[in-house]
Antibody, heavy 115, light 108 residues
């Protein structure tokens, strides 16, 4: 069965770039859509965007073009970069497989934006 | 953007009771709706997609219904492991797909 695992720094300074990687096991990343979702107390669950079809992407307009999602098929991974972060970007970040609905999810990783 | 509103925010129930959670969309999402369960410290888990199709491994006591703008998630007989937060999510059109704010089901 497909499993996902997020990795990356847990602390990012304001104005810098948040970088996370999701490693997919148990299935080929070249199939399906793959997504990043975040959860914060203030904004609840928020879809950041998704990657599909060998690198095509769609993003939530609320991120104002700060997000980039990319895929590395050779390592069965996909990644998120979020630029110019602020305290409002502090959240638990999840990766998930997307078929319009999301299943399964990674366990999530807390990213705190603070100096 | 389609807004999803869940009600109530919190539901206090006893084990064995029947529970119905509501989710309303600000415009029609046909049956493009999913439900998730989230327990403390865990990622959300898919329960229902297509408004009424149970995901693999989800117990039959969970059922989803509705279409258009009004949806329900019913738990026929609440078990101890069902105390959690439940979220609805539409995927009718992009951008973006959005979640409701959640309904917490707590022990009475």
């Amino acid at each position: 069965q497909v499993q996902l695992q997020e990795s990356g720094p847990g602390l990012v300074k304001p104005s810098e770039t948040l970088s996370l990687t999701c490693t997919v096991s148990g299935g080929a990343i070249s199939s399906y859509y793959w997504t990043w979702i975040r959860q914060s107390p203030g904004k609840g669950l928020e879809l950041i965007g998704y990657v599909y079809n060998r690198g095509r992407t769609e993003y939530n307009p609320s991120l104002k073009s700060r997000a980039t999602i990319s895929v590395d098929t050779s390592n069965n991974q996909f990644s998120l970069k979020l630029r110019s972060v602020s305290a409002a970007d502090t959240a638990v970040y999840y990766c998930a497989r997307a078929r319009a609905w999301f299943d399964p999810w990674g366990q999530g990783t807390l990213v705190t934006v603070s100096s | 953007e389609i807004a999803m509103t869940q009600s109530p925010d919190t539901l206090s129930v006893s084990p064995g009771e029947r529970v119905t959670l509501s989710c309303r969309a600000s415009q029609s999402v046909t049956t493009n709706l999913a439900w998730y369960q989230q327990k403390p410290g865990q990622a959300p888990r898919l329960l229902i997609h297509g408004a009424s199709t149970r995901a693999t491994g989800v117990p039959a006591r969970f059922s989803g219904g509705g279409s258009g703008t009004e949806f329900t998630l019913t738990i026929s007989s609440l078990q101890s492991e069902d105390f959690a937060i439940y979220y609805c999510q539409h995927y009718n059109n992009w951008p973006p797909w959005t979640f409701g704010q959640g309904t917490k089901v707590e022990i009475k």
